[in-house]
């Protein structure tokens, strides 16, 4: 069991850049989730893939920022011209296709905006 | 909406001493409810979990929780905690979506900090 994976597990941007996080989840599993961790909080719900498809997406993801799931494998999560307040934790979680499933966690991107 | 409140943000306790981390949420069906631990700069691992059925449930760890719907209360318990158990410990609880899949609606955390 490799578990999820992502990838970096930090950047450093410059404010205005685009950046580009990979995650990786378990292979059987058709959920892939999207969350973001700032420093003291818990997770937020950002948004969810059922195979290819993209199902729901928090009025936290601005338009700044784009999720993919291309072959219902990896997900890449994309903010473009960040902004300091994109400074977080992005976490992806993956789950199997079953009513009441778990959520497998990666060890999440850290995105430091400077 | 649903919401789920720790009241504790920082808990510090002696090494063998017992623990109850304190968990309420707010949902208006039948609550899914999970806690998770995350060690610094580490994803999160599941300790447990409450769908139905017995409301004292088991995990990993030698932690348990006990759901009380009159309460809205879903606490974490361990009998005596170890050095290993400084982490941060997130309640949350599960909002069904389409195709059965979960949306997670985590706590602010709480913060265990062990004495020797």
């Known amino acids: 069991d490799t578990g999820v994976s992502q990838d970096p597990r930090h950047k450093i941007t410059k404010r205005g850049q685009n950046v580009t996080f990979r995650c990786d989840p378990i292979s059987e599993h058709n959920r892939l989730y999207w969350y973001r961790q700032t420093l003291g909080q818990g997770p937020e719900f950002l948004t969810y893939?059922?195979?290819?498809?993209?199902?729901?997406k928090s009025r936290l993801l601005s338009d700044r920022f784009s999720a993919e799931r291309p072959k219902g494998s990896f997900s890449t999560l994309e903010i473009q011209r960040t902004e300091q307040g994109d400074s977080a934790m992005y976490l992806c979680a993956s789950s199997f296709l079953q009513t009441y499933n778990e959520q497998f966690f990666g060890p999440g991107t850290r995105l430091t905006v400077l | 909406a649903q919401s789920v409140t720790q009241p504790d943000i920082h808990i510090t306790v002696s090494e063998g001493a017992s623990l109850e981390l304190r968990c309420n949420y707010s949902?208006?069906?039948?609550?899914?409810l999970f806690w998770y631990v995350q060690s610094p700069g580490q994803g999160l691992q599941l300790l447990l979990k409450y769908f139905s059925g017995d409301t004292l449930v088991q995990g990993i760890k030698g932690f348990e929780a006990e759901f009380k719907r009159s309460q809205s209360s879903f606490n974490l318990r361990k009998p005596s905690v170890h050095w290993s158990d400084a982490a941060e410990y997130f309640c949350?609880?599960?909002?069904?979506?389409?195709?059965?899949?979960?949306?997670?609606?985590f706590g602010q955390g709480t913060r265990l900090t062990i004495n020797p």
């Open positions: 949902y208006g069906a039948t609550p899914y």
């Open positions: 949350a609880v599960g909002n069904l979506r389409r195709q059965g899949a979960q949306k997670l609606v």
């Open positions: 893939f059922q195979n290819e498809a993209q199902l729901e």
